[in-house]
């Protein structure tokens, strides 16, 4: 170890804090010069805290589930009134959906159709809050070269969840459709109107830009839109909810408070191109 | 010659000692450290790394300033950083600003009993999310909401009691092993 004069020792002490700050607004500037580097930083530090972020999941994971069981037991009655309820009228549905399936069959053999094929999806379980005070997304634990790319399309078992954003080796950043950040091509499945459904970081994103003449109203089901090649059509993504004198906001049918596991899907879509895709070609064999 | 003090062991060989010595300067970095880490595990709510970042760097600058140097306070918003989708460079700034101001306050604060410290503490937190919301929306160009920036504080000051306790405890344990 150098050994330092007293006073030098101390005249060092107090100049560090004032560099620090300097070198914190340089830092600023190098995140906004050169966000690739700050992305492949962020993912190298999630490939290697993933494997213990998995293990900690584990009991915490427990602990929850607990408390939400805890939860159920204690609303059973309320709960089992309105499944008998929802019950009721999903029976209802199921003999219209049973009618329409028989229908759709029949016409579709009249009709030569060719079915779209099934797509492929890997399922990877959330580790990690990914976000922060200002962003909303989550991190995902994956096995190594798992092939997944920026884009893919996540979804839970009831809904739209967001999109792939950053890659790793064994990890993977999800930005959810509540991210201030998330602009996502919707279409109003009442009255076909396209819209855009705006993220602000609270649970409920916006929806915005919707045709002048179609007014969205309250309880349209809402799905993704083809627009710009970057969705498939029709991926349920929630309900219209417009409080009074309020803007319309979406409902997400996605439980976004309580994700477990997500499952990813590739569509086969690469509408919405990632910054620095523009700027350099992909290799070949790098996802 | 010293005459051996009754009851209490022989001091240990020189490298062990300077290892516990090291442990011991180190602590409440890498304690930081894993608690920012834990701090992510999803449990049902955002913004929890500022709440456990801020109390930790906040307690020990007051109480024990050898132990939170500056470099380590700058790793820590770095780490800080990395780990939540923010921009690179305001976690880092807010916590260094909160330590310098800290630091000047030390004199002042350390003498004073846990409700006026936490109440201090309090404005820190207040302080942080609005330094945090205005350099987040001079980095992205756009104005974020100010709910998260609030529901941040308030999560940092309702932290602090239980996270001063739990280091209060680990503060007394090294000042007996000093002694």
Redesign the interface.
């Known amino acids: 170890m150098i050994r330092l004069s007293i006073p030098l020792r101390q005249a060092l002490a107090r100049l560090s804090l004032p560099l620090l700050i300097a070198v914190a607004f340089g830092t600023m500037l190098l995140g906004k010069a050169d966000a690739l580097l700050v992305e492949r930083a962020r993912m190298a530090l999630a490939d290697l805290l993933t494997p213990l972020w998995t293990v900690v999941q584990e009991p915490v994971g427990a602990v929850r589930r607990t408390a939400l069981e805890a939860e159920a037991l204690w609303n059973m009655r309320a709960e089992n009134d309105r499944l008998r309820e929802e019950n009721e009228r999903l029976r209802r549905w199921q003999d219209t959906a049973l009618a329409l399936e028989a229908e759709n069959a029949l016409l579709r053999r009249q009709l030569a159709w060719i079915p779209d094929p099934a797509p492929r999806f890997v399922t990877a379980r959330v580790v990690a809050d990914g976000g922060g005070t200002y962003a909303r997304a989550v991190l995902l634990a994956l096995a190594p070269n798992t092939p997944i790319r920026k884009g893919q399309v996540a979804l839970d078992e009831r809904g739209f969840v967001g999109r792939v954003t950053e890659v790793g080796t064994r990890s993977a950043r999800v930005l959810l459709a509540t991210d201030i950040n998330s602009r996502i091509p919707v279409t109003l499945e009442g009255s076909r109107a396209r819209a855009i459904m705006v993220g602000n970081n609270t649970a409920r994103p916006r929806l915005q830009h919707w045709p002048e003449g179609t007014v969205p109203r309250d309880g349209d089901r809402v799905v993704t839109s083809a627009e710009a090649n970057a969705f498939p059509a029709g991926l349920p993504i929630g309900i219209v909810r417009w409080p009074e004198g309020g803007t319309p906001e979406i409902e997400l049918f996605a439980r976004l408070d309580r994700l477990d596991a997500v499952r990813l899907f590739d569509f086969g879509l690469s509408g919405i191109l990632p910054p620095e895709a523009v700027a350099r070609p992909e290799l070949r064999g790098r996802r | 010659m010293k005459p051996p003090i009754r009851g209490r062991t022989e001091p240990q060989g020189g490298f062990l000692r300077r290892l516990d010595a090291l442990f011991r300067a180190a602590f409440p970095t890498l304690v930081t450290i894993l608690l920012l880490?834990?701090a992510?595990?999803?449990?049902?709510g955002?913004?929890?790394?500022?709440a456990v970042a801020l109390p930790s760097i906040f307690f020990w600058t007051i109480f024990r300033p050898a132990a939170m140097?500056?470099?380590a306070?700058?790793g820590l918003?770095?780490?800080h950083?990395?780990?939540?989708?923010?921009?690179?460079?305001?976690g880092?700034?807010v916590l260094?600003?909160a330590?310098?101001v800290a630091?000047r306050l030390r004199d002042f604060l350390v003498r004073q009993s846990f409700l006026v410290v936490w109440m201090m503490f309090c404005a820190f937190a207040a302080g942080s999310a609005l330094l945090?919301?205005l350099?987040?929306a001079l980095?992205?160009l756009?104005l974020?909401?100010v709910?998260?920036?609030l529901?941040?504080a308030a999560v940092c000051a309702g932290v602090y009691p239980l996270l001063s306790w739990l280091l209060t405890r680990a503060h007394r344990a090294m000042q007996v092993a000093e002694a």
């Open positions: 880490v834990l992510v595990v999803p449990m049902g955002p913004g929890l790394l500022m140097p500056a470099p306070v700058f918003g770095l780490l950083d990395l780990l939540a989708l923010a921009p690179l460079g305001v880092i700034l260094l600003v330590h310098g630091l945090s919301w350099l987040t980095l992205s756009q974020p909401p709910v998260p920036g529901h941040q």
